[in-house]
């Protein structure tokens, strides 16, 4: 059995509120699929933005296959995401209102061997609901120590 690949965003939680989560193929090369079941992407500053009604992702960092030839991808393209006409209608029209972005969450291989970003509709926090989400994973953490006890 393959080894499971996910690969998350953590700071995306910290820094953004989700609204909506959706899950979204992504169109690759062959070298790029490689590197994801390698474990070699990235998603930090990973965010999704409209071109002639078609979503992008940009900041998405697959790094070269290891074995590539003169093929191989450049790590940081834009790369197109796979979505159904009425989803990519709605995102489009929730992402026009102010103050709301896509950003992704985590890239996984599914049972097929497709690869997958799951993408969030997300609004961004601002400095004291940051401060407020850490006040608040503290307390949770004094509780179940206290409970363990």
Known sequence: ?????????????????????????????????????????????????????????????????????????????????????RELNKLERKVSEKGLTIVALSLFINEKGWAKLEIALAKGKQEFDKRENIKKKDVERDMDRLKKR
């Open 1 to 85: 059995m393959q080894k499971s690949i996910n690969i998350k965003n953590k700071k995306a939680s910290f820094s953004y509120e989700f609204i909506d989560k959706y899950i979204a193929g992504i169109k690759l090369t062959g070298t790029e699929i490689k590197s994801i079941r390698g474990g070699k992407a990235n998603l930090i500053d990973t965010y999704c933005y409209y071109v002639d009604h078609e979503l992008y992702v940009r900041g998405l960092n697959i790094s070269e296959y290891t074995y590539g030839t003169h093929y191989n991808h450049e790590p940081k393209r834009d790369r197109k995401l796979l979505l159904t006409r």
